[in-house]
């Protein structure tokens, strides 16, 4: 198991990329990155919404 996390962190191993998302929504999909900043002002609110003092 340690062989296969090593593989997957330095060779990009299960770095694999389909075209799921554009068959589903006929839409490019997007990095996790892109899509939180696309959407932080969403869980800002949430999350402030929710803290109690």
């Not at 340690?2 to 799921?20: F, H, M, P, Q, V």
């Not at 932080?40 to 803290?51: C, G, H, L, V, Y």
């Amino acid at each position: 198991m340690t062989r296969l996390d090593r593989k997957i962190r330095e060779e990009g191993a299960e770095n694999l990329s389909t075209d799921t998302v554009m068959r589903g929504t006929g839409k490019a999909s997007v990095s996790f990155q892109q899509f939180a900043q696309k959407h932080a002002d969403i869980w800002m609110q949430e999350s402030i919404s929710t803290i109690t003092f």
